[in-house]
């Protein structure tokens, strides 16, 4: 009932938001993903397919980034309306006076996991003397550190190793024991689907205060001086929203517009969606 509550009272809010006069087929704005389209985007999906956007008197393309590290700066210059990003890497966008801020959730919760596949590794404390791989983003340190001083254990116990985004690669070829920067929405199912029980320790569970996993970053700039893509941006979110509730009450529907627009394994995401859509809340 409360689902069904917030989504006619968004719809409504993002409905009285637009304006009196639009483009004809309605204002564009374009989004950048983090990464490619997953389960993680549905709300985005959602409010595109349910024609929320539309409602909104918004043309909304959405995009995936060829570079994942390119949508905050593309947001920066102007050169994407809209980006979804990660809100630890908003912080080191906003020291270096990228005018970029957040406006709306999209994972209200971290997703970020430590996450091992030997038998022998049950805890963060059974990580002393094993090698761990991370991304190499600068927040992976600040999270390795907090969680391993949580159970007693410091950077100079383990052996870290950067693999870029090959982070499943390398736990599955036994290259690092453990691995940090993976999802326990995604690769965790992944693990699952290959017939592994792999121990997961979501980083809010590790020590590291709670956190939006994924954020909807607007150009700060932009939103002070251009009435019209304040207007865009708030209507945007109203919609994004919307869609978000109506992913979590159709569920069925969520998975289908899905499969529409990524090429992940159908098993997959059957899986992976409703666990992300418990993590929406």
């Not at 564009?28 to 985007?41: A, G, I, Y």
């Not at 102007?78 to 809100?87: K, P, Q």
């Not at 691995?179 to 290959?194: A, K, S, T, W």
């Amino acid at each position: 009932m409360r689902n069904r509550l917030l989504l006619v009272t968004l719809v409504a809010l993002a409905l009285v938001l637009v304006p009196a006069a639009l483009p004809a087929g309605g204002q564009k704005v374009t989004v950048m993903l983090d990464w490619t389209p997953n389960p993680d985007h549905v709300g985005l999906y959602d409010a595109r397919e349910t024609s929320l956007f539309a409602r909104a008197g918004l043309d909304v393309a959405i995009r995936a980034p060829s570079d994942a590290t390119a949508p905050l700066k593309l947001v920066g210059a102007g050169r994407t309306d809209l980006a979804v990003s990660y809100e630890q890497e908003l912080f080191f966008a906003a020291a270096k006076k990228l005018p970029v801020v957040a406006v709306a959730a999209v994972v209200p919760r971290p997703l970020n996991s430590f996450m091992s596949i030997e038998p022998q590794i049950r805890s963060l404390r059974d990580l002393k003397g094993r090698t761990i791989g991370i991304t190499g983003v600068p927040s992976d340190y600040a999270t390795l550190d907090t969680a391993l001083h949580v159970v007693g254990l410091a950077r100079k116990d383990v052996k870290v190793v950067s693999v870029g985004y090959n982070l499943l690669p390398a736990l599955l070829s036994h290259r690092v024991d453990a691995v940090l920067g993976v999802y326990r929405n995604v690769e965790g199912v992944q693990l699952e689907l290959r017939g592994l029980h792999p121990t997961v320790v979501p980083v809010d569970r590790a020590g590291v205060p709670s956190y939006d996993e994924l954020v909807l970053v607007a150009n700060k700039t932009r939103l002070r001086d251009d009435d019209a893509y304040r207007s865009a941006v708030r209507r945007f979110v109203a919609a994004f929203l919307a869609g978000t509730a109506d992913a979590r009450s159709h569920p069925t529907r969520a998975l289908a517009i899905l499969k529409k627009v990524t090429a992940s394994d159908p098993k997959f995401l059957a899986r992976a969606t409703p666990a992300t859509l418990e993590l929406l809340s």
